[in-house]
């Protein structure tokens, strides 16, 4: 019998920090709902979630990061907005050499709904990715941290999408894939 394979889940944002807004559907809400939604559909699995937030509250970098001691590796769950509103789908970003964590967001981006699924993985730069402080914790914990920017919710088509009720559920399957894909990389 092994061990479970520890992961953290970052619902991005809460109370205060809505994060993007569109129509009626609010980041930090969606964020959590799946993050939730997330860790029922990991049960059964080698994976032992661990969430950052379970409720409408915005944990400081250093909490959140408390809140997953131990994990392998992470997923910060994220929804976009652009002013472009043509700008669509689901995007994973990691940082520059981090291929546990590209791995992921490739098996996330990838094994999104039809409606979301893309291929689109970008490396953030240090940089860049301390100026994106408040998406990710990867600063404080120093764990492979795929990010999974789900959908925008400035585009037409992925809001469409998103007010169906189903979508939750298949946007966790897409994020699933990411963790069971970190989780057979680091469990192997
Ligand atoms: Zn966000």
Redesign the pocket.
């Known amino acids: 019998m092994t061990a479970g394979i520890i992961v953290g889940i970052d619902p991005?944002?809460g109370a205060s920090s809505a994060?993007?807004e569109a129509a009626g559907l609010v980041?930090k809400d969606l964020?959590l709902a799946c993050a939730l939604r997330l860790e029922a559909a990991l049960m059964g699995t080698p994976v032992v979630p661990v969430l950052t937030r379970r409720g409408d509250i915005n944990p400081s970098w250093a909490a959140r990061a408390e809140a997953v001691a131990g994990a392998r590796f992470g997923i910060s769950i994220?929804?976009?907005a652009n002013s472009d509103e043509t700008v669509c789908n689901a995007e994973g970003y990691h940082l520059p050499g981090d291929d546990l964590a590209r791995q992921i967001c490739l098996a996330g981006v990838h094994g999104m709904p039809i409606e979301l699924a893309s291929t689109k993985l970008f490396e953030t730069s240090a940089a860049g990715w301390k100026s994106r402080a408040?998406?990710v914790v990867s600063a404080f914990a120093p764990i492979p941290w795929a990010l999974i920017e789900v959908a925008y919710l400035t585009n037409f088509g992925d809001r469409a999408f998103l007010k169906t009720g189903y979508a939750l559920d298949e946007i966790v399957c897409g994020l699933r894939a990411a963790v069971m894909r970190g989780a057979q990389i680091v469990g192997g």
Do not use: I, K, L, S
């Open positions: 991005g944002h994060g993007a980041e964020n994220h929804f976009n408040h998406r």
